[in-house]
Each structure stands twice: as structure tokens, then as C-alpha cells.
């Protein structure tokens, strides 16, 4: 942050995620799945952060979005067939 960043987000696995930044800061705790397969679930949650900012989420919302992202894609084996659709996500989030 001292080096200019906009905020940062530290991902944490099945601990879940820390981020600062934008005048926010917070943790965001891992949803409750059965994880079946890790494989792209770190890329489904930087898809899932993107898509939220582009749609202007705030960065606690956003985070939020891509963290039930990459829990999604965990409950599903594979990395192209496993990514969850817009419905899922809104589903996980309540």
C-alpha cells in the first residue's frame, strides 16, 4: 500500500480472504462447500473480482463475489466445466 497500490487482497485458501484498500478494509470468511477439486479456484476468484469491479461493486462486495466464486468452482472436478454461472453465485451469497 505504502508503494502506491490501490488496495490490496490477500488470499488466505479454506481460511478465507483479507483486503485493504479504497477506504475499505475487512476479512471475508471461506463459504461452506464440500470441496471435490482446487483446480482453478484461484482463477475463477480473480474472474470473479473482475467481473464484480467492472460492474462497480465496492471492494467488500467484490471480494465477497469472487470469494463465492472460487468456492463454487471447488464443489465440481475440472477447471472449464467447474465454473459457476451468475445464478450459483448470487445463490451462494443469499
Known sequence: MERGLAFAIVKM???????RGLGQQ????PFPVTAIDTVAAGDRFNGGL????????D??????????????????????DSAPTLAEAAALLG
Open 13 to 19: 485458501g479454506a481460511k478465507g480472504v483479507y483486503y
Open 26 to 29: 475487512g476479512f471475508v470468511p
Open 50 to 57: 473482475a467481473f464484480a469491479l467492472a460492474r462497480r461493486d
Open 59 to 80: 471492494l467488500a462486495g467484490a471480494v465477497r463475489f469472487a470469494v463465492a466464486c472460487g468456492a463454487l468452482v471447488t464443489t465440481r472436478a475440472g477447471a472449464a
